[in-house]
């Protein structure tokens, strides 16, 4: 992997990590430590930096004939070069997408965020309606340390991938940020409000995501 090396007025600490998303190793330093020094720091962590990259998952890109899950059920992808124009439709375990080959996987990511942006939007309105919350705006992202995120001024932000995940695991996400509209905490009020928002057992969707939400990034 490329190593992309940051100056950082904020970090207080040499810090290491894998951006999966643009391919590279990110070494961050603090603005006085020396680039020699943060290289160094590179050197005696290598044996872990290599440990993380293997066990990053495969990419699975976006092509006809791959598969991809929508709330958590494998469907096929097919492309459907007759049809230059339009959108994807997806049935009976089966999206089909038109176009050119080459652009087959941009046009199935902007559907699957449309998928994404369609079901959370629903879900969090129909649960803020029942806090008495209104919802400021909700945006989608591709973030990988956090699925979802409540800003005090009440929107929403959610990571599209959601939509790859079971139902359930998405509907958790949706009503753990619900819930922060109305507590701004992780206190147990909090967490009564959220389970009361929540179609499944959270501790079931939570530990889904340990276990499997990183390979929602291999997507794409």
Do not use: Q
């Given at each position: 992997m490329p190593l992309e090396f940051r100056h950082s007025a904020r970090a207080r600490r040499i810090s290491l990590r894998i951006d999966q998303a643009k391919g590279r190793v990110v070494l961050t330093a603090p603005a006085r430590v020396a680039r020699r020094h943060a290289l160094d720091f590179l050197v005696r962590y290598e044996g872990w930096l290599q440990a993380r990259i293997a066990q990053?998952?495969?990419?699975?890109?976006?092509?006809?004939?791959?598969?991809?899950?929508?709330?958590?059920?494998?469907?096929?992808?097919?492309?459907?070069?007759?049809?230059?124009?339009?959108?994807?439709?997806?049935?009976d375990a089966v999206i089909t997408v038109p176009g050119a080959p080459e652009h087959l996987a941009r046009r199935l990511t902007d559907y699957l965020k449309a998928e994404a942006k369609r079901e959370i939007a629903a879900r969090a309105t129909s649960k803020a309606a029942i806090i008495g919350r209104p919802v400021a705006a909700i945006t989608l992202r591709d973030t990988r340390s956090r699925w979802g995120s409540c800003s005090g001024a009440g929107r929403l932000a959610f990571s599209w991938r959601l939509i790859l995940a079971p139902e359930f695991v998405l509907d958790y996400v949706?009503?753990?940020?619900?819930?922060?509209?109305?507590?701004?905490?992780?206190?147990?009020?909090?967490?009564?409000?959220?389970?009361?928002?929540?179609?499944?057992?959270?501790?079931?969707?939570?530990?889904?995501?340990?276990?499997?939400?990183?390979?929602?990034?291999?997507?794409?």
């Open positions: 990053l998952p495969t990419a699975l890109p976006f092509a006809d004939g791959a598969t991809v899950p929508v709330l958590g059920v494998p469907h096929l992808i097919r492309g459907d070069t007759s049809r230059l124009r339009g959108l994807p439709a997806r049935a949706v009503a753990h940020e619900v819930a922060h509209l109305k507590e701004m905490n992780h206190g147990v009020r909090f967490w009564r409000l959220c389970a009361t928002l929540t179609v499944a057992d959270p501790k079931a969707a939570r530990a889904w995501l340990r276990r499997h939400g990183g390979g929602l990034h291999a997507y794409g």
